[in-house]
């Protein structure tokens, strides 16, 4: 539950009942993440997952990069909207949680175009060559400024970048935060913004989204 939704569930309620509706397959998995899960509340959820489908649909991405798998229920929204020869790459090292990844993926519509490998994120971005054309970054916040860095040359003109959490439960009001997480999502905040090769945004959904998009 976001620092949003405790001021107003009402609300969140309301938007929860006036969006498309959420598929069978990431009910079930929703449902398995509270069941089978210490922070279950790491899921994307309703509301954020709609958002990720539609933000994919719309672009229709060929190529999609998603660092901190948890349950795949991101992953899964994510791929409504891949391109028919289209794939998801999805990076999480949590080895005792990876079979329910596992297991709604293979289930999944999309189980052929879903890549999911248990590695390091920035490994993988030091060692690929691979370009990206839509992003999400839900993981360890303490990296998010060096996922930036290292994605910046992984990403093509118009791709989308997504970080969650960037509001950080109102942490980010702090003037001096003492919390390295904190200090390190203001960081990533103000450097997206003054960064002149993207346009950006941050939506209050949740924790707050950072949505930018290279020019």
Same mark, same amino acid.
């Given at each position: ?18 969006? @498309?509706?959420?598929?069978?397959? %990431?009910?079930? +998995?929703? /449902?398995?993440? #509270? ?7 790491? &899921? ?46 999805? @990076?999480?090292?949590?080895?005792? %949680?990876?079979? +329910?990844? /596992?297991?709604? #993926? ?7 175009? &879903? ?46 970048? @997504? ?21 390190? &999502? ?30």
């Amino acid at each position: 539950m976001s620092f949003f939704e405790e001021q107003c569930p009402e609300m969140d309620r309301y938007l929860e009942n006036h969006a @498309l509706a959420e598929p069978d397959i %990431l009910k079930r +998995l929703r /449902k398995e993440t #509270f069941q089978k899960t210490t922070q279950p509340h790491m &899921i994307s959820g309703y509301l954020q997952g709609r958002l990720l489908a539609i933000l994919s649909k719309i672009i229709h991405p060929k190529n999609i990069l998603e660092i901190g798998t948890f349950t795949g229920y991101a992953t899964l929204c994510l791929a409504e909207g891949l391109s028919k020869d289209g794939k998801i790459t999805t @990076l999480d090292i949590n080895e005792e %949680l990876a079979y +329910l990844p /596992k297991k709604y #993926f293979l289930e999944s519509e999309y189980s052929g175009q &879903i890549d999911f490998q248990l590695k390091d994120a920035k490994a993988f971005l030091k060692e690929t060559d691979e370009v990206f054309d839509f992003v999400f970054i839900d993981a360890d916040k303490e990296n998010y400024v060096e996922y930036f860095n290292l994605i910046k040359p992984r990403i093509k003109s118009g791709a989308v970048v @997504l970080f969650d959490n960037v509001l950080w439960y109102g942490k980010v009001l702090e003037e001096n935060p003492k919390q390295k997480s904190t200090q390190i &999502i203001k960081e990533l905040n103000a450097m997206i913004a003054k960064d002149e090769d993207f346009e950006n945004v941050i939506l209050p959904l949740r924790d707050g989204l950072h949505l930018s998009r290279k020019k």
